[in-house]
């Protein structure tokens, strides 16, 4: 409705079709559609009319709730996955997915603090910081882990203030 409404205004400012259909990011017969049809029915015309097909069995607002809240702490993930999701809620997980891609929902993506669920965690942490604050002298450290651009970042902010002997640069 937000994305109709912003046609209808920018359409009553005599902005164009191409430059709204820009704006929104839809293509610009999306914007003559709902410029037709507001022209045709008003405020009335900009809400969902009856599709074809069966209706949706599955509220997908429901899907994205539950994506939100955290996955239980036996199955030891940060996230929830489709297939765990699905699972979870007893649904096929290409209707987790489809819900997921009409919201704009990237879980595996979230750009918020995730918990490791590594028992070990501490012990490596303790170690990794170790060398890197006092590296033993003329010492080379290499790590791996799976998430390689966080290492790579890491490993080049060491290289950058240390020298193979030790000495701050």
């Not at 017969?29 to 069995?57: H, K, M, N």
């Not at 899907?63 to 297939?83: C, D």
């Not at 649904?91 to 918990?115: C, H, L, M």
């Amino acid at each position: 409705m937000a994305q109709r409404a912003r046609i209808v205004l920018w359409a009553a400012e005599g902005v164009s079709n191409t430059e709204i259909a820009s704006r929104v990011g839809v293509s610009r017969t999306t914007v003559v559609s709902w410029r037709a049809r507001y022209s045709r029915r008003g405020i009335a015309g900009l809400s969902d009319e009856q599709r074809p097909g069966r209706p949706r069995l599955i509220d997908h607002e429901a899907i994205i709730t539950a994506t939100l809240l955290p996955p239980p702490k036996k199955l030891g993930v940060t996230h929830w996955s489709s297939r765990l999701l699905a699972a979870r809620l007893k649904i096929a997980n290409s209707t987790v997915a489809r819900a997921w891609r009409d919201y704009g929902v990237q879980p595996w993506r979230a750009e918020t603090f995730k918990f490791s669920t590594d028992p070990e965690l501490v012990t490596k942490v303790t170690d990794v910081v170790g060398l890197y604050l006092a590296p033993p002298q003329n010492a080379i450290v290499l790590c791996v882990e799976e998430k390689s651009q966080i290492q790579a970042r890491a490993c080049q902010d060491f290289c950058v203030s240390r020298s193979m002997d030790g000495q701050a640069r």
